[in-house]
């Protein structure tokens, strides 16, 4: 735990209770062990989309769909949200979440390499977010600047990844903390790395 669990469970304790539809997925990935963001790190999804009125957005990497639905609820009507996962299993039974949650309208579903598949969408987004494979993070560093708009942002779940970034020794560790010293001497990005779960960076295009 990167944070101390009693502070962890005391912050999860104050949260609204969840909807049917995000209390179930949030059972099902402590069940199947499908590391889901959890509702502390949504809820700052769902405040960065309403505070800066994003309406177009895409998320890299989304197993079945937990984020994908908190973005498309924050973004509202006339949102145009992007779900990518590699597993067409995944991306079936987040298509049944979304028609539950009623956001199907606002989410466009790709399945593949989430990369690739934002390659094949153009145009600037107001927001994206990052949570692919870690040893993937290098990459999509390189790639996603240029398709965030001006005043946009780029927030990317697990920097801390474990406290593995103190001693990395993985390639995904390695990845992660290459992936955060790049980000932080990226002069087109203004950024911060906020110690909530596993750590989320949250980054300004300048």
Known sequence: MIVNPEIERYMLGLLPLRD????????VAARRNVPIIGPTVARIL???????????????????GYSTIWLARAAGKNA???????SPDNAREAQRYFDRAGVSSVIQVHVGDA????????GEFDLIFNDVDKEGYPLVLETVPPRLK?????????????EAILNPREPSDKAVANFNQKLYNLSQFFTTLLPIRDGVCVSLKL
């Open 20 to 27: 049917e539809v995000l209390a179930e997925m949030e059972e």
């Open 80 to 86: 145009e949200v992007h779900y990518t996962d590699g």
């Open 150 to 162: 001006t005043g946009g942002l780029f927030v990317t779940d697990n920097t801390l990844w474990h």
């Open 115 to 122: 990369l690739a598949s934002l390659a094949q969408v153009r």
């Open 46 to 64: 769902a405040q960065l989309v309403m505070a800066t009125g994003a309406k177009r957005i895409f998320e890299l990497g989304s197993a079945f």
